[in-house]
């Protein structure tokens, strides 16, 4: 597959609009705008029962990977290309603080993020979703490492429960947790969907069908070990 589509204006990536600064700063300003718009949504759509919170979960975690679709838009050459964390970095603060401090049950990020809507979720999955994006954003950004990462943690991980609750009828144990094998094939099968997803939009990853097998495999193993 060799079809590319640049959803983001081109201006962005027009680094005589400003310089590095502004196009970096506008480049942050879309990924905030993609967060504004899914959870949000989510929220709305968990509100009015049309969306299980579970699923509403999923969803944000696979919303929230797609956030590396801007960083072919950022200019390298400047330092404001760390601004590509802006969402994570300040979701990291507003978790803890949500989590720990205030405990609001009605919180849009309680209701969006968390399974049985306790505010103290927020700092156990979430945060270490938002910890991973920080820290691939700034020592994998732009590389191939990265958006493998994070299709698996995001598309992988995000998919696999949702097929395990739907489909998932034949259950195995892997380190003392039970999963399905319906599930880990869904987690195999999103890897790959998100690998394609993010080099539809980036060109990256580069296209290999070994070493993208190989990856979605060891994701799945990491996800069958880990809590649901």
């Known amino acids: 597959f060799s079809w590319t589509f640049s959803p983001i204006p081109a201006l962005l990536a ?6 590095g600064l502004w196009q970096n700063v506008g480049a942050a300003l879309v990924s905030v705008a993609m967060v504004l718009i899914a959870v949000p949504g989510c929220n709305y759509l968990v509100k009015k029962k049309k969306l299980s919170r579970d699923m509403s979960r999923k969803i944000v975690h696979i919303s929230g990977s797609c956030w590396l679709v801007t960083w072919p838009y950022f200019d390298k050459s400047h330092w404001g290309w ?3 964390i ?5 979701y990291v603060v ?8 205030i405990q609001d049950r009605r919180d849009i990020d309680v209701r969006t993020m968390s399974r049985s809507g306790d505010p103290i979720e927020l700092v156990k999955g979430p945060l270490m979703f938002t910890l991973l994006m920080c ?4 020592t994998m950004f732009d590389r191939d490492e990265g958006y493998i990462i994070m299709a698996a943690v995001g598309w992988g991980d995000g998919i696999a429960p949702w ?10 144990k892997l380190a ?6 319906e599930g880990s094939v869904g987690c195999f099968l999103g890897t790959l969907l998100g690998m394609q997803v993010f080099r539809i939009f980036t060109n990256h990853p580069r296209y290999n069908p070994t070493l993208w097998s190989l990856c979605a495999l060891v994701g799945t193993l990491v996800e069958a070990v880990s809590p649901s």
């Open 14 to 19: 027009d680094s005589q609009m400003g310089g």
């Open 82 to 84: 760390k601004l590509n």
């Open 86 to 90: 802006i969402v994570p970095a300040c």
């Open 94 to 101: 507003m978790l803890i603080v949500k989590g720990l401090i």
């Open 135 to 138: 820290v691939v954003g700034l």
């Open 163 to 172: 097929v395990g609750k739907m489909y998932g009828k034949h259950k195995y």
């Open 176 to 181: 003392g947790r039970q999963k399905s094998y």
